[in-house]
């Protein structure tokens, strides 16, 4: 087994990442501007935003965090966002789900400019990637692809199965493995809840991405040995082990599932790590005019 370990390349490319940021500096007299809208206080939420606006920070980007309490409405939402769309000195704009339930998210979603739609959930950047044309890939699957690549590992021909059929990760990931590119051109499987005979299914894979979020569900008997273990879950539990009174588990048992795997992503230390960098690049990519001029 082998640890497809997102530390490692997450750093790796967060400075390679720094290093364009500076020249985009230089040449424009700007750092890229990723803002982000937060509504309410979530703790899984206030977590991750608070960790894109420290990365952000840490590889040159500007960053601004416009926060919300959970009574605003949709219109005062859908207003903020048209006066950010057209803010020139804004490259990316992102609201962190989930939202409040009298806030529909694909209105919010859909009135994002997807021009900087860096998290990659507008029905136009997701329709230019299931053509295979440059768009915003959602940051998750954007980070997996990252991460495969870092590792060399030639995808094609490999059966991959995913658990989990979510807007956000596993039904872009799967259009992703399916596409004519490296990572990519796998034979794909799409699970969910409905699906019949799981386990059999996901025995067929060569690749399993898990993106279901219940903690150790993908367990040993589950998967073919050699296979390549992609764990997106991010499961919180109360821990008084940890300093921040929480411990992360993953969609997968990691324990029974790493010594027959050929290649696993930690949960924390996998993944998560990757997402970030997915957004890093798609507001790098905005800010250079690289996908949208
Ligand atoms: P959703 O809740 O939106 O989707 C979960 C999916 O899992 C659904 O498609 C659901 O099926 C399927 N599912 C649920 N139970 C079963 C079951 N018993 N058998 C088969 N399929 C099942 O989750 P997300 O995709 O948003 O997130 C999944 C996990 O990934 C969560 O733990 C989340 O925290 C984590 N996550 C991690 C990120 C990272 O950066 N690492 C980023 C985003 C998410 P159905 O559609 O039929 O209901």
């Known amino acids: 087994m082998q640890l497809l370990d ?4 997450s750093e790796k490319i967060k400075a390679e990442i720094a290093l364009e940021a500076a020249d985009f500096l230089a040449s424009s007299g700007r750092k890229p ?5 937060l509504v309410g206080n979530d703790g899984g939420s206030e977590t991750y935003v608070a960790s894109k606006m420290k990365n952000c920070e840490k590889v040159g980007f500007k960053s601004s965090l ?9 219109a005062e939402l859908i207003n903020k966002i048209s006066e950010i769309n057209f803010d020139s000195e804004v490259d990316g704009l992102i609201v962190q789900l989930p939202l409040p339930a009298h806030i529909d998210p694909e209105k919010i ?7 900087k739609d860096v998290d990659g ?19 998750t699957p954007y980070g997996i692809l990252l991460m495969l690549e870092a590792y060399q590992i030639n995808t094609s021909g490999m059966h991959c199965v995913v658990v989990g059929r979510s807007n956000i990760v596993g039904s872009p990931m799967s259009v992703l493995m399916a596409r004519n590119s490296n990572p990519g051109n796998c034979t794909v499987t799409l699970t969910h809840s409905r699906t019949q005979n799981l386990k059999e299914m996901v025995l067929q894979g060569d690749i399993i991405v898990a993106a279901i979020g219940k903690k150790n569900f993908i367990t040993a008997d589950m998967v073919k040995p050699g296979a390549i273990i992609i764990d997106v879950g991010i499961n919180r539990e109360v821990s008084t082990e940890t300093k921040s009174g929480y411990k992360l588990y993953g969609d997968v048992d990691f324990e029974q599932v790493a010594p027959i795997s050929s290649w696993i992503t930690p949960v924390p230390g996998g993944v998560g790590l990757m997402t970030i960098v997915g957004l890093l690049k798609n507001t790098l990519a905005s800010a250079k005019g690289e996908i949208y001029s």
């Open 33 to 37: 501007h990723l803002v982000a809208i």
């Open 121 to 139: 959930f507008h029905p136009i950047n997701l329709g230019r990637m299931m053509r295979n044309l440059p768009c915003f890939i959602p940051a």
């Open 66 to 74: 416009i926060r919300y309490n959970t009574e605003v409405t949709e």
């Open 6 to 9: 997102g530390k490692f390349v």
């Open 109 to 115: 979603t859909e009135a994002i400019n997807y021009k």
